[in-house]
């Protein structure tokens, strides 16, 4: 079971289900206006923000705009540079991740029209700002926020599966999953855990494996599942286990076939599947919400489990500033 909050970690989990009922009532007009005058919109992010980058262009998909998620180093280091019509959403919590700032910095220097998903009083006079500063290294509510957010701007560009409406739906999925959660008994693996999912759930378990790695210290994978199935699964052993995501989203069935194949390796496996209780289900990209929140309650269990604390996450020679400060540009745009 969950422990009763004694973690910064888990008082921000639970705090998830009221900042969607709150980011269901922003106002996107002006940014939605922004993203439909362009021809392309690419999505930055970095580590967790890259998973909502990933998610909120399959989002904007939808809305019928050509949407592309792009690492915010690639763009600023790797790329081939802006197409004329190019529109940017760069996505960063702190408004200090290195390479989202370069982005930033080099959209408003080349005038290219932009959007930005921050936390509140980052500093960034145009941004959507979604939470408070997270309480946890191991970040959750900011993420979930970023979602929401993504969805609306969707919505008013033209997806229904992004409504108001529909966010307060997540909302209350979100907290039914605690009920689940707390049931939940899926074992710590004595090596490694692997989580795999079709589609949007193949990002969620990128997501979920960041957070059990940062929350618990212990090797986590995320895979999507055909990916998982060519050559990916070929170290894991009984001594792993592997967490299947909505194996019945699959049309194809690979992701229950997997899940099949690795009990017949002896590999301990645990399905995970979105609440029911309403009997409607959320549209499958809304559907990550409750489910990265089921996987964000996982990481706090193992690290209680495992005597690590998940507020905690960088340490040592990892936390020396000046490696986070690599890729920042000389004089930030304001």
């Given at each position: 079971m969950a422990s009763t909050g004694s973690t910064a970690l888990l008082r921000m989990i639970l705090?998830?289900?009221?900042?969607?009922?709150?980011?269901?009532?922003?106002?996107?007009?002006?940014?939605?206006?922004?993203?439909?005058?362009?021809?392309?919109?690419?999505?930055?992010?970095?580590?967790?923000?890259?998973?909502?980058?990933?998610?909120?262009?399959?989002?904007?998909?939808?809305?019928g705009l050509d949407a592309r998620p792009v690492s915010a180093v690639q763009w600023s280091r790797w790329g081939t540079g802006p197409r004329p019509g190019d529109a940017l959403v760069v996505i960063t919590h702190t408004a200090e991740t290195a390479y989202a700032v370069r982005a930033r910095a080099a959209a408003r220097q080349a005038g290219i029209p932009f959007v930005s998903i921050t936390g509140q009083g980052r500093g960034w006079p145009e941004a959507v700002e979604t939470v408070a500063p997270e309480e946890s290294e191991t970040y959750t509510v900011s993420y979930t926020a970023t979602l929401g957010v993504l969805a609306l701007l969707a919505h008013r560009?033209?997806?229904?599966?992004?409504?108001?409406a529909e966010l307060l739906r997540a909302a209350d999925q979100v907290r039914a999953v605690r009920t689940a959660a707390e049931a939940d008994r899926t074992p710590v693996p004595a090596r490694s855990l692997a989580i795999i999912g079709c589609g949007?759930?193949?990002?969620?378990?990128?997501e979920g494996a960041?957070?059990?790695?940062?929350?618990?210290?212990?090797?986590c994978e995320g895979f999507d599942s055909d990916r998982f199935l060519h050559?990916?699964?070929?170290?894991?052993?009984?001594?792993?286990?592997?967490?299947?995501?909505?194996?019945?989203a699959d049309v194809d069935g690979l992701t229950a076939a997997l899940g099949?194949?690795?009990?017949?390796?002896?590999?301990?496996?645990?399905?995970?599947?979105?609440?029911?209780?309403?009997?409607?289900p959320l549209h499958p990209l809304l559907?990550?919400?409750?489910?990265?929140?089921?996987?964000?309650?996982?990481?706090?269990?193992?690290?209680?489990?495992?005597?690590?604390?998940?507020?905690?996450?960088?340490?040592?020679?990892?936390?020396?500033?000046?490696l986070w400060q690599i890729g920042l540009p000389s004089e930030p745009a304001a």
């Open positions: 705090r998830q289900a009221d900042a969607l009922e709150r980011v269901a009532e922003f106002d996107l007009s002006g940014q939605a206006a922004t993203l439909a005058q362009a021809r392309r919109v690419l999505v930055l992010g970095t580590g967790t923000s890259q998973h909502a980058a990933e998610l909120g262009s399959m989002m904007l998909e939808q809305a560009l033209g997806w229904a599966g992004g409504s108001p949007p759930w193949g990002v969620t378990a990128r960041l957070k059990i790695r940062e929350a618990a210290r212990m090797l050559g990916s699964a070929v170290p894991y052993t009984a001594a792993d286990g592997l967490l299947v995501l909505e194996p019945d099949a194949a690795a009990q017949r390796e002896g590999i301990p496996t645990t399905t995970f599947q979105a609440p029911r209780q309403d009997g409607v559907a990550q919400i409750p489910m990265t929140v089921r996987l964000q309650l996982l990481a706090e269990r193992y690290a209680q489990l495992r005597g690590q604390d998940p507020d905690l996450a960088i340490t040592g020679a990892w936390a020396q500033t000046s």
